[in-house]
């Protein structure tokens, strides 16, 4: 395994709650349905200053939903006053006005998941009903916070819609660009990422009713898909397709350019060896940088890893393996979460749309 440039991470992603008021039916992280580990006080800010010292160039604060954390926009300035760039991903569940305006002039990006353009969809993904309108409304606030910050000079982040493409909801791509992205004149970007087999995403049920089959995932990600989307939304607004394929981590791609350089974080400071798959190898506080490294890289050079993602094809290859390596690696507690997934968990009324 190739060693990383820089001897660290360019990226971190912190789930830094696995609280959160939805439930979400394609969590990757199972955030709402299990302990919430997140830090509090002094300990939540040493916890930013071990990953401020790893020296990474962009930090993301994810879940979970972080805004439920208290002092999570001290914690976003602590690295922002330490050079570095801060995101946030949230559901805009609890955001209002006031926060609107603070979390633009903390945070350098901000990203609202909004995952359907109706409530139906929408609320039926992110299992709560308001969920819809709540983003909506976070929205809302964010974008009248961002022009009344420009016109009085001051600066800021920006914000955008992120929304997971699955199958209930891949008809409604053009009307993000034509009915939604209008609505917020200051919104700069718009991601359409494709939803990937990991956490309760990887289910037998889900895989087959709402992941992508080949031949979606081959139009969607097509060159004249996202120009036509393009060609749909607002002038000055960034349309991107996402097809998150780094997340597989394919042996053939890490063995010829060595483990990426994005740590995987979760709430407590446990480093999750491949980011996509449960099985954590270290822990920020108590490991030195090299040893977290060197398991990672271990992890991902593990000959179960190299088989069972080796001959991953399809999008229900993919799901299979990420079942398979959750199980192996995964914790006792980990292992009893898998096993009380069920059918329920994917409600009749979400089957797909094709």
């Known amino acids: 395994m190739k060693e990383i440039s820089g001897g660290g991470p360019t990226d971190i992603i912190w789930e830094i709650t696995y609280a959160c008021p939805l439930r979400c039916t394609h969590c990757y992280s199972e955030s709402g349905r299990r302990p919430s580990r997140h830090l509090k006080g002094e300990r939540?800010?040493?916890?930013?200053?071990?990953?401020?010292?790893?020296?990474?160039?962009?930090?993301?604060?994810?879940?979970?939903?972080?805004?439920?954390?208290?002092?999570?926009?001290?914690?976003?300035?602590?690295?922002?006053?330490a050079g570095v760039?801060?995101?946030?991903?949230?559901?805009?569940?609890?955001?209002?006005?006031?926060?609107?305006?603070?979390?633009?002039?903390?945070?350098?990006?901000?990203?609202?998941?909004?995952?359907?353009?109706t409530p139906e969809v929408h609320n039926r993904i992110r299992g709560r009903d308001r969920s819809f309108d709540r983003a909506m409304n976070?929205?809302?606030?964010?974008?009248?916070?961002?022009?009344?910050?420009?016109?009085?000079?001051?600066?800021?982040?920006?914000?955008?819609?992120?929304?997971?493409?699955m199958r209930s909801n891949l008809h409604q791509l053009d009307e993000f660009c034509t009915r939604i992205a209008p609505l917020f004149p200051a919104m700069r970007t718009l991601v359409f990422g494709l939803t990937v087999p990991g956490g309760l995403a990887s289910?037998?049920?889900?895989?087959?009713?709402?992941?992508?089959?080949?031949?979606?995932?081959?139009?969607?990600?097509?060159?004249?898909?996202?120009?036509?989307?393009?060609?749909?939304?607002?002038a000055g607004l960034s349309v991107m397709v996402d097809d998150?394929?780094?997340?597989?981590?394919?042996?053939?791609?890490?063995?010829?350019?060595?483990?990426?350089?994005?740590?995987?974080?979760?709430?407590?400071?446990?480093?999750?060896?491949?980011?996509?798959y449960l099985g954590t190898v270290a822990n920020v506080l108590r490991d030195a940088p090299e040893a977290i490294w060197e398991r990672v890289a271990a992890r991902c050079a593990d000959p179960f890893v190299v088989e069972a993602l080796g001959g991953v094809r399809t999008m229900r290859d993919w799901a299979a393996a990420a079942r398979r390596l959750d199980l192996r690696f995964g914790t006792p507690s980990d292992r009893a979460r898998i096993a009380a997934r069920t059918a329920a968990d994917l409600p009749a009324r979400l089957r797909a749309r094709s």
Request: charged share 25%.
């Open 44 to 81: 939540l800010l040493e916890l930013t200053d071990a990953l401020i010292a790893l020296r990474p160039r962009n930090v993301v604060l994810a879940g979970g939903e972080p805004l439920v954390v208290n002092g999570v926009l001290d914690v976003a300035r602590r690295f922002t006053d």
């Open 85 to 117: 760039r801060a995101a946030l991903y949230t559901s805009g569940w609890n955001i209002d006005r006031a926060k609107a305006e603070a979390i633009l002039t903390t945070f350098q990006r901000v990203a609202v998941s909004l995952d359907g353009t």
């Open 138 to 165: 976070a929205l809302r606030f964010l974008d009248e916070a961002s022009r009344e910050l420009t016109a009085r000079g001051v600066a800021h982040g920006t914000f955008g819609i992120d929304c997971s493409v």
């Open 203 to 234: 289910r037998e049920e889900f895989a087959e009713h709402e992941l992508l089959d080949d031949e979606q995932v081959a139009r969607l990600t097509s060159r004249e898909r996202t120009r036509h989307l393009r060609s749909l939304a607002p």
């Open 244 to 276: 998150n394929m780094r997340l597989l981590m394919r042996p053939d791609d890490l063995a010829a350019n060595g483990v990426p350089p994005v740590l995987q974080v979760e709430p407590d400071g446990d480093v999750r060896a491949m980011s996509s």
